[in-house]
């Protein structure tokens, strides 16, 4: 009854939302008519009064839910309806739900000591690998779900033993919903470098199924390669996917996991590989790692958390997620004790899924209330997809999910929720930056179906595919992750509740006007629009009736041109043009005045600032990738964009006018400038003699570099973190000056023709993270690399044999972790 009453109130707060933004939204439209003033006058005022009149049946609507509450006993002073919830559900199974405190720290990448239970499965599977027939073999893992399959095949992934023997790696994701082109697109995103991401994408849309796999074969023709194809359902897998693999004798392997052995034994003659539960002890301490996280239990309390793991009957999943839950409660016999009863009862089930569902569903329900939002949210992506940190980021602070902070930005304040999900074992990393920080992730299949259900039953979020646009929709946001059909006539539904569209899947299709008609007639209150994978090859002008609009994120490659009325989007904060080939942007992109994130492809040009009524963007942070050239440089130089944390430039080419270059002297006015990016600047001693203090991130790409003078400049700043050189043109030799680069901890070099690199005593002490990449003519490394004692992780990618062979002498004297990628064959010049 009480989840009830909470429903019913968050329902009566969406309805009263929505009859304010239904309000506003009329009366800006209204506003923007040629209507006489008496008759505008009028209308106003009958619209006050549906308002008045519609928030006075809401108010009824809320006493009658009081009333309620009195009846059944809960008393509305103690605590919300939401609260009292929660401490029923604290009643029923024993947990103590307090709110997890914010905190600021990167998360750290887990190290493989943290992997229990492992050790016997990964030799034996890594000596499968290695050994055996020369010729191309597949071997399988297999297991009950949440049995450990993906962690295992993880962990034997990025064995240094496996990364130094197999010259190419693939790692790739299969959903239930398999399509073969969809995996071969995802394996060929491993073997094509990331700078040619925009060429590959518009390659691997007119590519035919055949095609593909004729460009795979070809590109791992001559390599040892190892491809791992996680969660296999369906033995029709193998069968699509086999003649596009090349056998040349050399010990290629494919490895897999599946749930079902007849999948294994369909791929390959091998014996599977039965990946057994783990045993007590195994369990106990994989619990009491997640639990206590580098601590020791209390001796009190061993014997209770030796029964809770116990009760988890060996399953990985189902230890994780409850130490995730428990990590985060106090440590008392009381807690534990509740909780043991609790799960025992939830493991007597003989269905595997049932079983990680309840658990799953038991976490969300004991999650702070500031992150059920978040994790719902999850249900927005479609199953297995890799999903981008910064996007998620954006999408939650459009929504509305993020509490206010008034000492940290919105996005930064997000990335610790996401921190606080991925702790509690409800989110995975799936990729991480060059620092550490969480680039991509992913959220287990369990647990999106978890969301799902979740979100459909409390009106959150519902998720369709092959929608008919007559169909009727009762959730606040929509996730269609399928096609829509083209043949629907359109139904106007004024009153949708839905203020977010988004649109995920696999499946590309044209967004026609009667598309684009069903959005602006049903969604009038969208806070969010998302196109994903549509085709988009226009956008029309009443685009700025959606007044309410937050977040626009368009991908589509078709698309050439935006309206001039999009600079009416007045509530717009993020503008997502990445994928898109737009070569510039309407001048009403000045009126944006809410506008914080605009991401570009790039180069895409300014339009004029000519407007004096429209002087500065003061809310914009992110500003990436513009063009420079003679007309959009005033915008930069004048301090239209005050507020800038990261900026991405490029300069047009062939453009040699010493005010586009001089634009980079302008940089140091950008006072809280974080995050800086060149591109294609070749001029001349163009770089600035300084940058704003506050930068932490450099990357320079197709740059002239004078070593010299240039990498003294750099060295010089104090809160320099991270610094890139991406085929920039410089000399042969590579200077790092005594005591430069204080602060320096990621170094990235890819590209460049250098010979030698020299480096000075006590330069970089601070470096941690050192990257060469296909900088084939570097045969000498300096010797000071051994005086820095913090160097944790050394990546040699596509360099020559002399400077990998220096660096594994040097790995002996100063212990840092080295991965080596030689130079693909197809690639030596």
Not at 747 to 762: A, M, Y
Not at 777 to 792: H, Y
Request: aromatic share 8%.
């Amino acid at each position: 009854m009480v989840k009830e009453l909470v429903w019913q109130i968050g329902e009566v707060a969406y309805e009263a939302l929505d009859v304010i933004d239904t309000f506003i939204h009329d009366i800006v439209i209204l506003g923007t008519k040629h209507v006489l003033r008496e008759m505008t006058n009028v209308r106003h005022a009958r619209m006050l009064h549906n308002v008045a009149k519609k928030m006075e049946e809401l108010n009824k609507e809320i006493n009658k839910i009081y009333d309620n509450m009195e009846e059944y006993g809960i008393e509305s002073g103690e605590a919300s309806a939401d609260a009292q919830y929660e401490r029923s559900r604290e009643d029923m199974v024993g947990f103590d739900f307090h709110s997890t405190t914010l905190h600021n720290r990167k998360r750290e990448e887990v190290e493989e000591d943290d992997i229990v239970g492992f050790f016997d499965n990964s030799t034996t599977l890594v000596k499968l690998l290695l050994e055996g027939n020369p010729q191309l073999d597949v071997v399988s893992i297999i297991g009950m779900g949440g049995s450990g399959k993906t962690t295992l095949a993880g962990k034997i992934y990025n064995n240094v033993v496996i990364q130094n023997h197999f010259n190419c790696r693939a790692w790739v994701c299969i959903s239930q919903n398999f399509r073969t082109r969809d995996l071969l697109l995802e394996i060929l995103k491993f073997e094509m470098p990331k700078s040619n991401e925009l060429t590959r994408k518009k390659l691997f849309k007119y590519s035919s199924e055949d095609e593909l796999k004729n460009k795979l074969f070809r590109c791992l023709q001559g390599s040892r390669y190892l491809v791992v194809m996680d969660n296999i359902w369906r033995s029709e897998v193998w069968d699509e996917i086999r003649s596009a693999f090349p056998d040349d004798s050399n010990g290629s392997r494919i490895l897999i996991t599946s749930r079902k052995k007849e999948v294994a034994l369909h791929a390959s003659l091998t014996p599977p590989y039965l990946l057994p539960f783990l045993s007590k002890d195994e369990s106990w301490e994989l619990f009491g790692r997640k639990v206590f996280r580098g601590g020791t239990c209390p001796p009190e309390l061993e014997t209770m958390g030796r029964q809770i793991a116990e009760g988890c009957h060996g399953l990985p999943l189902s230890i994780v997620v409850l130490a995730g839950i428990l990590a985060n409660k106090e440590k008392s016999f009381h807690i534990w004790s509740k909780f043991v009863g609790h799960v025992t009862s939830f493991l007597t089930h003989e269905d595997d899924s049932t079983i990680c569902q309840k658990i799953l569903s038991l976490s969300y329900t004991n999650l702070p209330q500031h992150l059920k939002p978040c994790f719902l949210y999850f249900g927005i992506y479609s199953e297995d997809f890799e999903i981008p940190i910064r996007q998620l980021m954006h999408l939650w602070v459009a929504e509305g999910f993020i509490q206010h902070n008034c000492h940290r930005f919105s996005e930064d304040v997000a990335e610790i929720y996401l921190e606080e999900l991925i702790d509690r074992s409800l989110i995975q990393v799936a990729s991480r930056r060059t620092d550490g920080g969480v680039k991509t992730c992913r959220i287990h299949q369990f647990l999106r179906d978890l969301c799902i259900l979740e979100s459909a039953e409390e009106k959150f979020l519902e998720v369709r595919t092959h929608v008919n646009l007559l169909s009727t929709n009762k959730s606040r946001r929509l996730s269609i992750q399928g096609s829509l059909d083209p043949d629907a006539y359109i139904s106007s539904n004024p009153s949708h509740p839905s203020c977010s569209l988004l649109f995920h899947g696999q499946d590309t299709y044209d967004f026609d006007p009667n598309h684009w008609k069903w959005v602006l007639e049903n969604f009038k209150l969208l806070r969010m629009l998302n196109f994903g994978c549509v085709d988009l090859y226009s956008i029309p002008t009443r685009i700025e009736e959606l007044i309410h609009l937050r977040y626009l994120g368009i991908e589509s490659d078709a698309l050439k041109a935006l309206p001039a009325s999009i600079g009416n989007l007045i509530n717009l904060e993020t503008l997502d043009l990445r994928g898109t080939f737009l070569n510039c942007l309407p001048k009403g992109i000045w009126k944006l005045r809410r506008l914080r994130n605009l991401y570009m492809s790039g180069p895409v040009s300014l339009p004029n600032h000519l407007d004096p009524n429209v002087t500065t963007l003061n809310n914009l942070r992110v500003f990436s990738t513009v063009s420079l050239n003679l007309k959009t440089v005033c915008p930069i130089t004048s301090g239209a964009l005050p507020n800038l944390t990261k900026l991405g430039i490029w300069f047009a080419a062939d453009e040699n006018n010493n005010e586009v270059v001089d634009v980079l002297k302008c940089l140091h006015d950008l006072s809280n400038l974080q995050t800086l990016k060149i591109i294609n600047c070749l001029e001349r001693h163009s770089l600035p003699i300084s940058f704003p203090e506050a930068i932490t991130k450099i990357t320079l790409r197709h740059v002239r570099v004078k070593v010299r003078r240039d990498m003294k400049v750099l060295g010089k700043l104090l809160n320099l973190k991270i610094l890139k050189l991406q085929s920039c043109l410089l000399s042969s030799k590579f200077y790092v000056f005594g005591g430069s680069f204080p602060q320096l901890q990621v170094l990235q070099l890819e590209n460049l023709r250098i010979k030698n690199w020299k480096q000075r005593r006590g330069a970089m002490p601070c470096l941690r993270h050192l990257v060469i990449k296909r900088c084939i003519e570097l045969t000498m490394l300096p010797s000071k690399l051994q005086s820095l004692t913090v160097l944790q992780n050394v990546e040699v990618l596509w360099s020559t044999p002399e400077s990998a062979l220096m660096l594994q002498k040097l790995q002996t004297k100063v212990g840092f972790k080295l991965l080596v990628h030689p130079l693909p064959h197809n690639l030596v010049t």
